[in-house]
């Protein structure tokens, strides 16, 4: 974009008129179903604090007494001063709930992402991910350099046709030389869809091709799984089949960073060569006090993963009663596909004026053509409400 203003003015202009205009709402609450936002009082259905954890006590008493003994900033990046015991014990206690050797904890998912990646992958290398990744993924595979082809979503036959075609590609002859250092990269439940990757397979192809396997679990961690960690647990699969392991801590575990996980030699890389760790400061230590406090809950309170499947359950039948038919998901994300993004736009709007939030997801976002609402769900929203829920989509629907 040129340092021009009427340029600029005329973008916004047009993507008002795209209904593709991007605006923040105001929120004056906690984090909870019941939201006082913009003024108003919404029953809200859009939020990723699955397990309803943001604003659980436990979690806000371990922030309290840590900001009390450290304050509130860090200070600094953690090679420097700001790696605090909060952080270490965090760390050792994520690596003990996924079953993993050791882990890092970064300040966001998107730096979690684009560190590791580029820190595993230079120019020449190859990157296979789900054509339907995170921004962050693609992002960080578009910076590390390396050749990125994107396979159909879920479509492992084709991931490994893009393997079979690797030497053709590298003009490799002779099977001695035909290693070339790859990534498969993928999200593990996937954020606008619902839908999960499937692991099992993809750990095949990798271990074939003597690929990194990479999962990003944002939406899976606290969730999935015997005790909430993970898809890798629901799907029993080690840090052998699964060497890199990333998820976000601001979702289902109520508050804020992310952690990569795997071997201790992975992390001691990483630690040397990833640079949104190396050059970022590091998270408060009153969110990692609080973070240890959202896990213990997790393992503890399963009736929050039991209570969450009931309403996704509940929610999906409804739906089907109603004719509003939702995208193939398990997961606590329900997408309704409408296409249009206009449409998309004025039913999340009916929906407001009606004291019901669910945001319209649009391009580019999403594929053109694919605007939906994604409905979430949360263990702290009630049968009543999903049923004010779906009254409320059959009133808008008609």
């Not at 509003?324 to 929906?351: D, F, H, V, W, Y």
Request: with cysteine; glycine share 8%; net charge neutral.
């Amino acid at each position: 974009m040129k340092n021009d203003s009427k340029l600029i003015q005329a973008f916004l202009k047009q993507k008002q008129q795209q209904s593709l205009y991007r605006k923040p709402r105001i929120s004056e609450s906690a984090q909870q179903p019941l939201m006082q936002m913009d003024g108003g009082k919404y029953l809200s259905f859009c939020s990723n604090d699955y397990l309803g954890l943001a604003n659980h006590p436990d979690l806000v008493n371990a922030f309290k007494q840590a900001a009390d003994k450290y304050g509130v900033g860090s200070g600094s990046a953690h090679l420097i001063s700001g790696h605090s015991i909060e952080h270490q014990k965090l760390e050792e206690a994520l690596a003990e709930f996924t079953g993993r050797d050791r882990v890092l904890l970064f300040s966001t998912g998107y730096m979690a992402n684009l560190g590791t990646v580029n820190a595993l992958l230079e120019r020449g290398d190859y990157l296979f991910a789900d054509r339907l990744n995170h921004a962050s993924l693609v992002d960080a595979g578009l910076l590390s350099k390396a050749k990125m082809k994107r396979y159909p979503h879920g479509d492992v036959a084709a991931l490994e046709r893009f393997y079979k075609n690797l030497p053709n590609l590298l003009n490799i002859n002779d099977d001695k030389d035909s290693f070339v250092n790859s990534m498969i990269l993928t999200d593990g439940v996937f954020s606008m869809d619902g839908d999960e990757a499937p692991l099992r397979e993809l750990v095949k192809v990798a271990k074939q091709n003597q690929a990194w396997l990479m999962v990003d679990d944002a939406h899976g961690f606290g969730v999935l799984g015997k005790t909430g960690a993970g898809q890798l647990e629901q799907d029993s699969l080690s840090q052998e089949e699964v060497p890199v392991l990333m998820a976000t801590l601001g979702k289902a575990a109520g508050t804020a960073g992310a952690f990569v996980a795997g071997s201790d030699d992975l992390i001691e890389y990483l630690i040397q060569t990833a640079r949104t760790f190396i050059y970022t400061t590091a998270m408060p230590p009153s969110i990692a006090a609080a973070t240890r406090a959202s896990l213990k809950v997790i393992a503890e309170e399963s009736w929050r993963r039991d209570k969450l499947k009931v309403l996704i359950n509940q929610f999906k039948q409804g739906a089907a009663q109603l004719g509003i038919e939702l995208m193939p998901s398990n997961t606590a994300i329900q997408p309704i596909l409408l296409g249009s993004t206009e449409r998309a736009s004025k039913l999340s709007k009916a929906l407001s004026d009606q004291g019901i939030l669910i945001s319209a997801i649009r391009p580019p976002t999403v594929p053109e053509g694919e605007a939906r609402l994604r409905v979430t769900f949360s263990a702290n929203h009630t049968e009543e409400q999903v049923d004010q829920l779906l009254n409320t989509l059959e009133k808008s629907f008609k």
